[in-house]
């Protein structure tokens, strides 16, 4: 008997891990031939732990599965779930990032070929590194860290530049409230990755990579380090990638936890041992980057698409979407929602589909009053808004961004200016320091908000300046984008704000 346990993160908070040990511990005792295999999460976070049985019907899963439940599991008597695939939250998606994640062990690197792992890297190395831009371009790849800028721009930059090193850096310092699709596929299908990496190195002539990655993430970083050192291995990484005769090495580097090191320059700069603060620009990373040397720079979800580009092709890729927005959106669903989780689907679906009929409504059964789309510098979408279609330049149009994905919901009774107050002091606490417009503005947009919820209506078209000139004048997005959420926040729900100039009154 073959059963499947999380290693996932949020599986293991939820009490995975002593679900595997007593299924040990049990198997044992009844002298069972049970192999447990700890996968990754298949991202229907409210059914964790998901515990699945392989049977010849498939794989049959097990939902919210207790340590106290596994003799239970074992005989028979617990109501399962039917094929994990067969479930409507799941067959609904368009699984290609994540196609693999929760399938297989994420260190098993057969059971990664055995699933379509490495067949883009055996193509892209059979390539030229114009055809492997120009594939990359041709699938329309955007970067999923946040800016959504076309991948495959920042690959033909650092290609065509002539240096005697390059180096691809993966931004993995993902810090942005409600995400997690970075450390799911890192915890998950860590190959994927690696592969990305490879494909993208020896495209633009780098022979050198690194992956930045957040201290707050252990298991990521103990899933990912282990799977390197197998790459290497198994001839993955090295001096002869595949043996094509073609060079590709890479390493884990740990950053402190500075949300501002999610900027690529601020990233470069810890990467390099400074401080993590933003850099001007020009020049661009792809032209001096790391070290000084053309360098690109691309976030997980962006690296860990690039197999799948080059597995299928890039028009079977770039076939999925809306407009610009090309291939699928990994949405990472959390806050006050019924069924949180990681949600990958086409370009193209509504906000209001995302929020009430796959996230379920909110847990608290209340009414949905806000939801914010792109982390901390994301706008609150009210209600009315939520018949945008999740598109990069369609949430631009309706005063929004997309960012990493990542959704937060919210019912009725959330304090839109509390909201407000706590993206300027968010700024405050996180700011590098460099520029004066977040630094300072940052300080004073949480005072004048204060000012607000004492009763002193005047201070509204002065925090309204405040925000222009954060956004007009920051050097990077942490200053320049906190204003999203606050003027969201006060034009979207000017009663929350005057609520509390009626009661001062």
Not at 48 to 76: F, K, M, S
Not at 79 to 106: E, H, K, M, S, Y
Not at 450 to 466: E, K, N, S
């Amino acid at each position: 008997m073959k059963i499947f346990v999380p290693l996932d993160s949020a599986s293991k908070a939820l009490g995975a891990d002593d679900v595997a040990d007593a299924l040990a511990r049990e198997a044992t005792a009844r002298g069972l031939d049970v192999q447990i295999v700890r996968n990754g999460t298949r991202g229907m976070v409210w059914l964790e732990p998901l515990v699945e049985i392989d049977t010849p019907e498939g794989r049959i899963g097990y939902g919210n599965v207790t340590a106290d439940q596994v003799p239970d599991l074992l005989d028979g008597k617990l109501n399962g779930l039917g094929r994990v695939d067969d479930i409507d939250w799941f067959a609904r998606q368009t699984r290609l990032t994540f196609a693999r994640c929760g399938l297989i062990d994420p260190l098993d690197l057969d059971d990664y070929q055995a699933n379509g792992g490495l067949a883009g890297l055996r193509r892209a190395l059979a390539m030229t590194k114009a055809q492997i831009v120009q594939e990359v371009l041709d699938s329309g790849l955007r970067g999923r860290g946040g800016a959504g800028f076309p991948t495959g721009i920042k690959w033909k930059t650092v290609a065509e530049v002539e240096a005697s090193q390059k180096y691809i850096v993966c931004n993995a310092d993902e810090g942005d409230s409600g995400t997690f699709a970075d450390r799911m596929i890192i915890e998950g299908d860590p190959f994927s990755l690696i592969e990305g990496m490879a494909i993208a190195g020896i495209g633009v002539g780098a022979t050198r990579g690194y992956v930045y990655l957040r201290s707050e993430y252990p298991d990521a970083i103990h899933i990912l380090t282990q799977a390197v050192r197998l790459a290497r291995q198994r001839g993955l990484l090295g001096a002869d990638v595949l043996g094509s005769g073609r060079a590709f090495d890479m390493e884990v580097r740990t950053g402190a936890g500075a949300y501002v090191c999610g900027e690529e320059t601020s990233l470069l700069n810890s990467l390099e041992g400074k401080r993590g603060t933003v850099r001007a620009k020009p020049p661009l990373p792809a032209v001096q980057g790391f070290l000084g040397q053309p360098t690109v720079v691309n976030n997980v979800i962006s690296l860990a698409t690039v197999p799948v580009i080059f597995e299928k092709g890039a028009k079977h890729y770039a076939d999925f979407g809306l407009g610009r927005s090309r291939g699928t959106v990994t949405l990472q669903i959390a806050g006050n929602v019924k069924r949180g989780g990681l949600f990958e689907t086409a370009f193209g679906i509504t906000l209001g589909e995302v929020v009430n009929d796959i996230g379920g409504g909110t847990a608290s059964g209340r009414p949905v009053k806000a939801v914010q789309v792109g982390g901390p510098l994301g706008a609150y979408m009210p209600v009315s808004k939520f018949d945008t279609p999740m598109g990069y330049e369609e949430f631009d149009q309706k005063g929004g961004l997309i960012g990493h994905a990542g959704l937060v919901v919210f019912d009725d009774t959330v304090d839109m200016l509390h909201m407000a107050r706590f993206a300027m002091e968010f700024c405050a606490v996180e700011s590098c320091g460099k520029c004066t417009p977040c630094r300072i503005g940052a300080v004073r947009g949480v005072e004048t908000i204060d000012r607000i919820a004492q009763g002193d209506a005047a201070a509204i078209p002065l925090l309204t300046d405040l925000c222009e000139t954060m956004k007009d004048g920051s050097l990077c997005a942490l200053g320049g984008f906190t204003p999203f959420p606050v003027m969201s926040a006060l034009t979207n729900f000017p009663d929350d704000f005057a609520t509390f100039k009626e009661a001062a009154e």
